[in-house]
Structures are given as C-alpha cells and as structure tokens.
C-alpha cells in the first residue's frame, strides 16, 4: 500500500517537473494590483469573444462589430488603463496586444459591412493575437 501511495507520488512530481520544462513562455513580472486588472481584462475579451460569435450566429454583424470595438478594439485601451501597462511589457507582448486591438477595429470595420464569411476570416486575426501572446508570455 505504502509502496502504491510511493508510486503515485513519484509520477505526480515527474509530471509537475516535465511540464515546468516545457513552458518556454517569458514570465513577465507586474504589480499585484495590475495583474488582478490584467486578468480581469483578459476574461472579459474571451466573454468578448464569445459574443462576438453568438451574434455572428444569429446574423447580428452591427452588435458583433460593436461588441469587438469597444471591448477590444482600439475604443476600449482607455478603459483597460492600456498606456500604463504597457510601460511594463516587453516589445513583444506590447505588440501582440497593439495588434489585438487592431484586429478588433479592423474586424469591426468589415462586420459593418454585413457579409458574413469576410467577417469571421478577420475574427481568426483576433484569436490569433490572443494564442501568439499566450504562446510567449506568463505573468505568474
Ligand atoms: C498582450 C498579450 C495578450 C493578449 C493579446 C491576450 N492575452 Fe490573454 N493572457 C495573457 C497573459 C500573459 C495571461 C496570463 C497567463 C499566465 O500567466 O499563465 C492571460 C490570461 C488569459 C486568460 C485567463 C484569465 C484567468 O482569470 O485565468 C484568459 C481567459 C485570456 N487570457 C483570454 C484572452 C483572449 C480571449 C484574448 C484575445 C481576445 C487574449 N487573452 C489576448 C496575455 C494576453
């Protein structure tokens, strides 16, 4: 039994050790405070995103391109207190976070067009700012 309880004990830390190793990303260190703020942000783009596609579902692109403006677009860095954070990133979490926002504008600016299927081609460049960040970067 002992033996067992050993056992499991060992493969739990191997497993802790090799994905330590391979988390490759930057840890970029910020004040509490802003990291509370930071990961607040960050839920609410996913939330973001997540109505974006419901209303790209229901056929809804002025709400969609609304959503993606004032939640991540180059509307909302005021309200994500953008320009202070950004003196603690590195270059390129900086930019991957410009281009983020850029995405979501440019996005925005075709939903109001109105034709679905160029819309969502230029939502994949939003989630592929969120996943080129995340690649790269930790804060914790
Ligand atoms: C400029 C870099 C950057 C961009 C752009 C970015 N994120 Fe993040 N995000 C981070 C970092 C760094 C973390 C914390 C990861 C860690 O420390 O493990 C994070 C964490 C998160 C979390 C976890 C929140 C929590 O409370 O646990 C979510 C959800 C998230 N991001 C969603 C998104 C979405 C959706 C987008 C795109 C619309 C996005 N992020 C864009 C850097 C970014």
């Not at 830390?13 to 910020?30: G, I, K, N, P, Y």
């Not at 925005?108 to 994949?124: F, N």
Request: glycine fraction near 4%; hydrophobic fraction near 45%.
């Amino acid at each position: 039994m002992a033996n067992k309880t050993l056992l499991i004990t060992a493969l739990l830390c191997s497993c802790t050790f090799a994905r330590a190793e391979t988390d490759a990303r930057q840890l970029v260190e910020l004040p509490e405070m802003m990291q509370t703020h930071m990961m607040s942000n960050m839920r609410d783009h996913l939330q973001a995103i997540n109505e974006i596609i419901t209303y790209l579902a229901d056929g809804n692109l002025d709400k969609a391109a609304v959503i993606a403006e004032q939640r991540l677009g180059m509307s909302s860095l005021d309200e994500h207190g953008a320009s202070h954070m950004a003196g603690f990133m590195p270059e390129g979490m900086r930019n991957a976070g410009t281009e983020m926002h850029k995405a979501a504008s440019r996005f925005a600016l075709k939903a109001e067009e109105g034709e679905l299927l160029p819309a969502y081609a230029m939502l994949k460049e939003i989630t592929a700012a969120c996943v080129a960040c995340h690649a790269h970067y930790r804060i914790r």
